[in-house]
């Protein structure tokens, strides 16, 4: 059954840029047009920045540099001084990260709306005018000259009538987790797990199910660990019910594996246990926009280089397996076969930004324009830093004419995101 449901909505909101989405991509976006002086709206879901890292506790950020250049330059530099990432490690203190993001949001003079979420979008002419939006004063609108779609699932650009590719060819995504965290580990006796380990816990019947593949937990605080532990497969990140389902599955698990680290890995995990499990579902891989280019495994590994290409990147190709022994034998295979020597880099074009149905919209982080093996390098965060930075900076650009992305300046781009850090070799 269906019905009209129609009503007057009031324009709350008329800016130059609106940033949907609050994740890695989101904040690099608001922070970087903001600091260029527009007047920036974000909103986010939740109530707090950060996306996955801080809602589902995905306990550890990818590297920022490939052994020779810090490739993530500009805010992901910000960032990684502002974590201390050269004293504590790529371990995510959540509660910092949640702060420091905040200060660096606010100190831009991005304005901002926490429990706002994107509903619907109103689109003339391949222009999308309006985002309406869901929050507790009500239904409204916000009125922007350029758009971006940070939300990981690509929301936006969905709404809007751009097409989008997910998961496999037959629309299979990747394992999400649901990531949590862990207390009272002694960090000094814990020892690297090995697979004889993992036997013995299948052998005695631990798990419901037999996973190969085990990320594993990052040190987040003095006895604090980070879990990205339990895999939940075959969601549909764009169904609720899918979703819903995963998460019950997700703390079901939960208990199995702190039987395993307790019991089976013992040592300075003997006495751990789950604290808290995240609020949002730890969400790998859902749509992938389809933009004016499609960044695709060919590039990763003829490490390409682009005229228009707003950043470089190196992280390998990850595509989390099947439980079975089998696909995470293939899965290693891919993952080092395909590693790039230190001082590697594939570029990003900005093409990929740029949906290709859509005038006055750019898309970054996890949902920008890929094939499903390039999706799985550059959804880490310190990519995303990139991509959201270069939609921040061309966004401001598109919006000091006619809002149209496609006619940016790819050189004035290109400079400009030199001029803040970013890693652009001539
Ligand atoms: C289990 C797991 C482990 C990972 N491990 C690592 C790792 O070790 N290191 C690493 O660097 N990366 C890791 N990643 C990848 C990385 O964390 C994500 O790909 C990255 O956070 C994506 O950033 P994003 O900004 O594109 O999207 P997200 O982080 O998903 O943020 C999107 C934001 O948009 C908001 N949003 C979505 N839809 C709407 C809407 N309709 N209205 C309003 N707001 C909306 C959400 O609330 C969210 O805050 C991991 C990911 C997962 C799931």
Redesign the pocket.
Known sequence: MTFDYGKKIEVRYDVDVCV?????????VGFTAASQGARVLM????G?????????L??????FANGDVFLSGGIGREIYDACEIEKYG?GIRVEKLKRIYDNMVIESGCDFLFH????DVVVENGFVKYAI?SAKSGIYAIKAKVFVD????G??CAMAGNPYEMGDEDGKCMP????SIWVDIDWDNVQKPDSRELARAFADGVFTQEDYHL?GM?RTGEHLGGG?IGHCYNVVATDERSLTQAMVTGRKILPEFEKYYREYLGGGYANTSVAISGS??????SRRIVGEYVLNEEDYVKRASFDDEIGRYY?PIDI?PDPSKDSYDKFLQEFHGLRYQPGESYGIPYRSLVPVKLANVLV?????STDKKMQSSI??????YI??QACGMASVLAANKDGETRNVNIRELQDKLRSIGGYLPK
């Open positions: 949907i989405g609050g994740g890695p991509a989101g904040v690099a909103i986010d879901s939740n707090f920045f950060g996306g996955v890292a801080t809602a589902a995905v306990p550890a950020f990818m590297r790529t706002t979420n994107l509903i939006v940070a939300t990981g699932d929301d936006l999400a987790t649901l990531c990320s990052w990205n949002y579902l730890g969400v790998r891989e992280y989390h970054g982080g996890r949902c920008i959804r880490v965060m310190p990519g995303c991509t959201g």
